[in-house]
């Protein structure tokens, strides 16, 4: 017998409905009509409630095949997480960006590294952008942090995606208004994010 069976008759021989389940182990009713239509599995703090609640064991409730299933899926979903805060952290860091002394300026001598606020050898519209690209990363970076936290992966997906395009924009900025300290670093974050992706592209290629 599969978990999906397993869990229906249990909920049925304790004369549950899907709803008083859902609220006995506080997860939707969505995820208990999908877990007994075996769609899906529960995570372990939901699996462990589920053997609390029917006094049953874990190895009762699933087989070696299904416990592996769900170890490889937490495993992804850890993967996933940890990979998505780096990326909301990443984009915060471009903060920094406003305030270290990154920025190349002549001062008649030769060339002097200030910061943002300070640098004035460009055009105004030049050092808005300067401003502007960061503070959109770090922007982003709260936005993959929110939508980290509410567990939405459509949208964490599209997030990450955003967020190596624009770092891919600004290095181009950065190098094409030749202020080379800037563009590599944000360019050192690039990889780390692109790092991050191939990770989890592999952890689910071999899922």
């Known amino acids: 017998m599969e978990f999906n069976e397993k869990l229906q008759q249990l909920r049925k021989e304790k ?19 999908k877990w007994e239509s075996g769609k ?3 995570n ?12 049953v064991s874990i190895d009762v409730l699933l087989s070696g095949e299904e416990l592996i299933s769900l170890a ?8 996933n997480m940890i990979s998505s805060l780096f990326f909301g952290i990443i984009d915060l860091m471009a903060l920094t960006f406003l305030f270290l002394p990154l920025y190349g300026q002549s001062d008649g001598e030769g060339i002097r590294m200030v910061n943002l606020y300070a640098f004035n050898d460009a055009s105004a519209i ?9 503070s959109s990363m770090a922007l982003l970076g709260i936005i993959e942090l929110i939508i980290q936290y509410i567990g939405n992966d ?4 599209i ?10 924009f ?10 080379p300290y800037p563009a590599s670093l944000i360019f050192m974050f690039f990889i780390i994010k692109v790092v991050l992706w191939i990770r989890i592209a592999v952890s689910n290629i071999a899922a």
């Not at 030049?126 to 960061?134: C, D, G, K, N």
Request: proline share 3%.
């Open 15 to 33: 004369g549950l409905t899907q709803e008083q389940l859902a609220e006995e182990l506080y997860v939707s009713r969505t995820a208990i009509s």
């Open 40 to 42: 899906g599995y529960p």
């Open 44 to 55: 372990i703090e939901s699996l462990k409630s589920i053997s609390k609640l029917f006094v």
């Open 72 to 79: 490889e899926n937490e495993n992804r979903k850890n993967i």
């Open 126 to 134: 030049t050092r808005i952008i300067y401003f502007v690209l960061p």
């Open 154 to 157: 459509k949208w964490l997906k």
């Open 159 to 168: 997030s990450k995606i955003t967020s190596i395009l624009l770092q891919v």
């Open 170 to 179: 600004t290095i181009l900025v950065f190098i094409n208004t030749r202020q």
